[in-house]
């Protein structure tokens, strides 16, 4: 039987993600805000949420099976860039879950677990301009800057519809990290790992069934195969 779930729409909160955190659980509940005042990304960064601006949107579910508990954010972002894609068809996935348009960052996904809830929270750039993200550290993007009008209502009803999907997939370890390579292009490529204190580049071969980045080191000792988790380091495509 098909998933139902519940968006509740609210002015502003600090941040969706930790709102679901203070509510009584409920399984499928999403929350959208239309202002964050300390949005959040991965590693602790600032997301930029200003009113009207983006779709800031978080969702909970109950913990999924922890054998598949370190695809869930892989899972997630399949779901979202299969959305992104009826609007953009050049989107695709940077490992392990943002999604980007010409080298440029357009959405940001956040995947909590906490003892009694996973959190997944999605952060999509809708109108802002070229110009009001051409401070970021990272080059970033919009629909709008990209040429696409939406209603962020319809958008946030067919993220969550998705998600959803994808959760479903995932408890019953039917999610395989081959859907998350056909929409990554960085298998075959040259990135660099950044953790804090050295960058090296490595190629990237794969991604395993843990969700790990499976790169190859070119040291000065020989080639050496590596795991590399999102916790640890961010990774940029050359």
Sequence with gaps: MKETFRILFVDEVDSTNEYLKRV????????????????????????????????????????PPLSYRSLASLSFAVATVSVVKKYISRAYLKWPNDVYVDGRKLCGIL????????????????????????????????????????????LAEELAERIVLYKEKLYVGRFDVSEFEQFCPMVGKTVKIIDGKKSPLARVLGIDREGALIVEFDDEGGRRVGRIFSADVSVRIL
Aim: aromatic content about 8%; overall charge positive.
């Design 24 to 63: 009584p659980f409920e399984e499928a509940l999403f929350v959208v805000a239309d202002r964050q005042t300390k949005g959040k990304g991965r590693r602790g960064k600032n997301w930029i949420s200003e009113k009207g601006k983006g779709l800031y949107l978080s969702g909970m579910f109950s913990l």
């Design 111 to 154: 995947v909590e677990v906490l003892k009694d809830r996973l959190i997944v929270g999605v952060g999509v750039n809708v109108s802002y301009s070229r110009d009001e993200l051409s401070h970021l550290e990272v080059p970033a993007t919009s629909l709008l800057a990209e040429g696409v009008s939406v209603d962020r209502k319809v």
